[in-house]
């Protein structure tokens, strides 16, 4: 029976997540139980590809085998493997099976088997049930019976993949990239998909990429994403936070020195453009560099050349840059703080990272992943979201986009097992520990208006200190703690800001 629905779909013409996803709808249909999950191993982590029955974020969840001693004798072995209800082994979806009524239920029955292709392992399918007895030795010959023809499922999407990206760079059109399954990118919607085909554009090439977007949108992790699909992915990838640099540093740690280059340079020293030789350069806040580095920065860009300090002749580099701001360089290069002709040789390819808030149910799939690096950390059975927390998520604007999003988790995660006080129960996260600032469940209260107090009169040094103290911590909180910037909005040097928020007892 199960066959029989499944054939068709072998030589069907279907996107990748379509057919995956049939093969599990069919599969619990055919099997009567609670939920089936494809799995696909990246390195050391078992990620899923299809899921049917779990919660909603099941699919952003990334599963570590040392983790999860199931799925490692699942991996271990080529024929079914089958767990006994009194199994002292954690079962790794615990508590998120979405047939649970209510409060979460832990699994009662659970069976899975390996995957293979072209002799090497793929990945893992798995069958759980909150009942005990779902499975018993006829379900498991049936599933061995069906493990050529999953594997062959797997087999044809890998090949149409492989094809349809062949014919697309003859065509030399774009190539569609999966979302959730490109390494370190988690998300499924629209404006990731089109931010995926972009990146799988400028990748192969040679073009320097300016990554621009809010604080918090994890420009770094799609910096990764580019380098590791490029052809230099095998050559190293320095990060470099340039709002971080001091500014008298700034120009030896790109550039290096020599020795007498300044006072305690007692040592030739190479810089991070050195370590970056064949590889790519990643310039977080580029637009925090000093105009001095600017300038030399565009010399590397236009000669594949950098001059250490103190030296007399100029090093050939073998460099890529790829460039992140959440600034606005346009304004800055108006404002006179940019270089024109630098931020024209940055952004000869720019990428805009779409904010949290328009990528709709990829919130969930984020919340899963940070809820199952949690739930690892403490050391917790089962953590989930309950159905009235995924709603305040998705309800929520998420101004510090995916970081907030992961510190939210991170903090509700130690409530709720601070008040629950168990790591072997089922826990889940409610609206009341996400502690967003957004009602639950209906439009915000009206606030009472409170009349003005009168000025209190304080000495002018005190009042002086109170009205420095309130912009030092409002510039901080505007920039998201960088100090350089704030101290550019303050108009002041940034070592002086720094002494100055000692004083006031800003930290």
Request: glycine letters at 8%; proline letters at 7%.
């Given at each position: ?18 057919r ?12 009567g139980?609670?939920?089936?999950v ?13 899921a ?8 952003g969840?990334?599963?570590?085998v ?5 799925l490692a004798?699942l ?13 002292p ?13 209510g ?10 088997v390996?995957l ?11 069958l ?16 061995q ?9 797997v ?6 993949q492989?094809?349809?990206?062949l014919r ?6 774009k190539?569609?990239i ?38 918090g949108?994890g420009?770094?992790v799609?910096?990764?994403w ?15 936070n ?21 006072s305690?340079?007692t040592?030739d ?7 970056a ?5 990643f310039?977080?806040?580029?637009g ?6 600017q300038?030399k ?8 050349e950098?001059q250490?300090l ?5 090093l ?6 790829i ?10 290069v108006?404002?006179?703080s940019?270089r ?16 949290l808030?328009?990528?709709g ?56 097992l ?14 009341e ?6 009602p639950?469940?209906?439009a ?11 000025p ?6 005190l ?35 720094h ?9």
């Open positions: 029976m199960i066959e029989s629905l499944l054939l068709p779909d072998l030589v069907a013409e279907l996107p990748t997540a379509v995956l996803q049939r093969l599990v709808n069919v599969i619990r249909e055919g099997f139980c609670g939920a089936v494809l799995l696909q191993q990246h390195d050391e982590t078992l990620v899923p590809q299809a049917v029955g779990l919660v909603s974020d099941a699919l969840r990334r599963f570590e040392a983790r999860h001693p199931r004798a991996l271990s072995r080529r024929e079914p493997t089958w767990f006994d209800p009194d199994s082994l954690p079962d790794p979806y615990d508590g998120l099976l979405d047939d649970s009524p409060e979460p239920l832990p699994v009662h029955d659970c069976m899975g390996s293979h292709v072209e002799g090497r392992l793929w990945g893992a399918l798995t759980d049930a909150l009942q005990s007895g779902a499975f018993d030795e006829a379900a498991r010959l049936r599933l019976r069906l493990v050529p023809l999953i594997e062959a499922f087999r044809i999407t890998r090949l149409e492989e094809n349809r990206a697309l760079s003859r065509a030399d059109e190539p569609v999966g979302g959730a399954e490109e390494g370190g990118v988690i998300g499924r919607s629209a404006a990731i998909t089109r931010l995926m085909e972009e990146l799988g554009v400028v990748a192969d090439s040679e073009l320097p990429v300016l990554l621009t977007g809010e604080t949108v420009k770094d799609f910096a990764r580019v380098h590791s699909h490029s052809p230099r992915s095998k050559k190293p990838l320095i990060h470099v340039c709002a971080a640099l001091p500014e008298s540093l700034a120009e030896s740690e790109l550039f290096g020195h020599v020795k007498g280059a300044f305690g340079a040592v020293r190479s810089g991070r453009f050195d370590a030789h064949g590889g790519t350069l310039l977080d806040e580029v925090e560099l000093p105009l001095s580095v300038a920065l565009l010399r590397t860009l236009q000669n594949g950098i250490r103190g030296a007399d002749k100029p050939q580099v073998d460099v890529r840059i460039a992140a701001t959440n600034r606005n360089l346009a304004e800055a108006a404002a006179g940019f024109a002709d630098l931020y024209h040789r940055l952004s000869v390819y720019p990428v805009p990272i779409p904010p808030r328009e990528r149910a990829d919130i969930l799939l984020l919340a899963g992943h940070f809820i199952e690096l949690n739930r690892a950390r403490l050391g917790v059975r089962s953590l989930r979201l309950s159905a009235r927390a995924e709603q305040a998520l998705l309800a929520y604007g998420w101004p510090g986009n995916v970081r907030e999003l992961e510190h939210v988790i991170s903090r509700a995660a130690l409530k709720t601070g008040k629950s006080g168990s790591r072997q129960s089922l826990l889940t996260l409610e609206p520990q996400l502690d967003l600032s957004i639950v469940g209906g915000p209260e009206p606030t009472a208006i409170i009349p003005e107090s009168p209190q009169l304080l000495p002018l040094r009042a002086t200190d109170a009205c420095q103290r309130q912009q030092v911590r409002l510039a901080l909180e505007q920039t998201d703690g960088n100090w350089a910037r704030a101290a550019r909005m303050l108009e002041i040097d940034a070592s002086n800001l002494k100055l928020a000692r004083r006031l007892g800003v930290k």
